[in-house]
Structure formats: structure tokens, C-alpha cells
């Protein structure tokens, strides 16, 4: 079975802008290595991602094509009231912001093995899914 990949908001953000050519162009490299993997995003990323790139001050136009784009590239998981039950037990438990919980379950219902962020513990293993940062 090919690798199940999970990506936070954070790396989109960084692939769609250019403010930092250096993080940009580093994140560009980061995601042509994911091709040949199956990387998964959630409806929350997809709001996360949108709602950063308003705050950048781009033309709801220029938005709308971005997200249209990852959401095409990638698979997405929709949060569910059974992601948001989860979440609270992984919030609890692993100690996390309750937003961050909920991406991490929305990783775990994916089957994802790796989540792919730089808001979260790095080598940080829950249940079968182990978070990295990639840009360490």
C-alpha cells in the first residue's frame, strides 16, 4: 500500500504564497516528493487555508482558484460530528488545541500515517499516525 499522507493548513498557505520565496519554494520542493503518495486534507483545512489568504488581502477570484486547485490535487476528508467526538478524547489525552485535534482525527479516520505540520510536537506518534515537521 502506497504512503497515506496528511497535510496541515500551514504548508498549503506557504505553497500559495509568495511573502517568503525561501519557505515558498522550499514547500513547492516538500510537496513534488508527495506525488507519488495518497495525502489526504480535511474540510477544516480547506476553511483554514481560505481564510489565511483572505487575510493576505488577495482577491476572493484569486481564493476561489486555489482552493479549487488543491481541493482537485488532493483527497479530502469531511469533518463529521464523529471527527468532532474524537477530537475532544485526542484533545484530552495528547494535550492539544481542539483545532489541531481535530486535524489529527481527521488523519487517523484517513488512515494516514503521517501528518505533515509545523503546529504540532514533531515525532509526535498518536495511535498509528506519527506528526512531522517538514521543514526541520
Given at each position: 500500500?502506497?504512503?497515506?499522507?496528511?497535510?496541515?493548513?500551514?504548508?498549503?498557505?506557504?505553497?500559495?504564497?509568495q511573502d517568503d520565496k525561501g519557505k515558498h519554494n522550499e514547500t513547492l520542493?516538500?510537496?513534488?516528493?508527495?506525488?507519488?503518495?495518497?495525502?489526504?486534507?480535511?474540510?477544516?483545512?480547506?476553511?483554514?487555508?481560505?481564510?489565511?489568504?483572505?487575510?493576505?488581502?488577495?482577491?476572493?477570484?484569486?481564493?476561489?482558484?486555489?482552493?479549487?486547485?488543491?481541493?482537485?490535487?488532493?483527497?479530502?476528508?469531511?469533518?463529521?460530528?464523529?471527527?468532532?467526538?474524537?477530537?475532544?478524547?485526542?484533545?484530552?489525552?495528547?494535550?492539544?488545541?481542539?483545532?489541531?485535534?481535530?486535524?489529527v482525527a481527521s488523519a487517523l479516520e484517513s488512515r494516514c500515517e503521517v501528518?505533515?505540520?509545523?503546529?504540532?510536537?514533531?515525532?509526535?506518534?498518536?495511535?498509528?499516525?506519527?506528526?512531522?515537521?517538514?521543514?526541520?
Amino acid at each position: 500500500m502506497r504512503d497515506r499522507i496528511f497535510l496541515d493548513s500551514n504548508i498549503l498557505i506557504y505553497s500559495s504564497l509568495q511573502d517568503d520565496k525561501g519557505k515558498h519554494n522550499e514547500t513547492l520542493n516538500f510537496l513534488e516528493k508527495l506525488k507519488d503518495k495518497i495525502v489526504f486534507i480535511s474540510t477544516q483545512v480547506i476553511n483554514e487555508v481560505y481564510v489565511a489568504l483572505l487575510k493576505h488581502e488577495l482577491k476572493n477570484e484569486d481564493i476561489q482558484n486555489i482552493v479549487l486547485k488543491i481541493i482537485d490535487i488532493y483527497n479530502s476528508s469531511i469533518i463529521t460530528v464523529e471527527t468532532i467526538k474524537k477530537s475532544w478524547n485526542l484533545r484530552r489525552v495528547y494535550n492539544l488545541s481542539y483545532w489541531d485535534s481535530l486535524i489529527v482525527a481527521s488523519a487517523l479516520e484517513s488512515r494516514c500515517e503521517v501528518l505533515y505540520t509545523e503546529d504540532m510536537q514533531d515525532k509526535l506518534v498518536i495511535n498509528t499516525l506519527t506528526i512531522k515537521n517538514p521543514f526541520l
